[in-house]
């Protein structure tokens, strides 16, 4: 079983639609959680990071993590064509490992 | 404003020859880290190093050895490079501290390419 799994898409959604990313993880005493954007040929960037059960809000971004579920997700609201990227899950277990998920690769669609 | 850095972006090497990766970073962070990032397998660590003259073994060493003499510097190596260690290479860094993983800051890549 992998550490992090996601769903490798693609997604594809129109502009202005809200864009769902989902992310599981498999050890339940996980803390920490990250979400990264990485365009194509460039290193990936972190847009939001999330340590609590519930909602947490940036901008157009909003993570969700669901600690009994091991899930956590991203919308994005409003998406742009400057939203089309890879955005990755990752994890930090309770034994202080950092792993990340294979990636959601994201097209809006204008 | 942090700036991690990578010697080269692009790299041709033969089978067999032996490969340095440069990574250097200007945020005086303690901790450093090698990737490799391959479609469908995603990101994996190589390597790491939590202190000058430290490294830990990540998930896929094989293959690989590291080097940090600088606490800025952290090299990676492939003695005898192979094919199927073509692929993207990403050095990353972070300060120390359990809890600051969302300080980890990537550079911009290295992709080889083993022929």
């Known amino acids: 079983q992998k550490e992090v799994e996601q769903n490798s898409g693609p997604l594809s959604v129109p502009e202005g639609a809200i864009a769902s990313l989902n992310c599981t993880y498999s050890?339940?005493?996980?803390?920490?959680f990250f979400w990264y954007r990485q365009y194509s040929g460039k290193s990936p960037e972190l847009i939001m990071s999330?340590?609590?059960?519930g909602d947490k809000e940036d901008g157009r971004f909003t993570a969700q993590l669901n600690k009994a579920s091991q899930y956590v997700s991203l919308l994005i609201r409003d998406s742009q064509p400057s939203d089309s990227a890879t955005y990755l899950c990752?994890?930090?277990?309770?034994?202080?490992?950092?792993?990340f998920g294979t990636g959601t690769s994201l097209t809006v669609i204008p | 404003d942090v700036k991690v850095t990578q010697s080269s972006r692009y790299l041709v090497k033969r089978t067999g020859e032996k490969v340095f990766l440069e990574c250097v970073q200007d945020?005086?962070?303690?901790?450093m880290f090698w990737y490799r990032q391959d479609p469908g397998l995603g990101l994996r660590l190589i390597y790491f190093?939590?202190?000058?003259?430290?490294?830990e073994k990540g998930d896929i060493p094989e293959g690989y050895s590291v080097s940090r003499e600088k606490k800025e510097r952290f090299s990676l190596i492939l003695e005898s490079a192979s094919t199927n260690q073509t692929s993207m290479y990403l050095c990353?860094?972070?300060?120390?501290?359990?809890?600051?993983?969302?300080?980890?800051?990537f550079g911009p890549g290295t992709r080889l390419t083993v022929t």
């Open positions: 990353a860094s972070r300060p120390g501290g359990g809890n600051r993983w969302h300080e980890q800051y």
């Open positions: 050890d339940r005493g996980s803390q920490s």
């Open positions: 999330i340590y609590s059960n």
């Open positions: 990752a994890v930090k277990n309770t034994g202080n490992q950092f792993y």
């Open positions: 945020m005086d962070h303690e901790n």
């Open positions: 190093s939590y202190d000058v003259k430290m490294k």
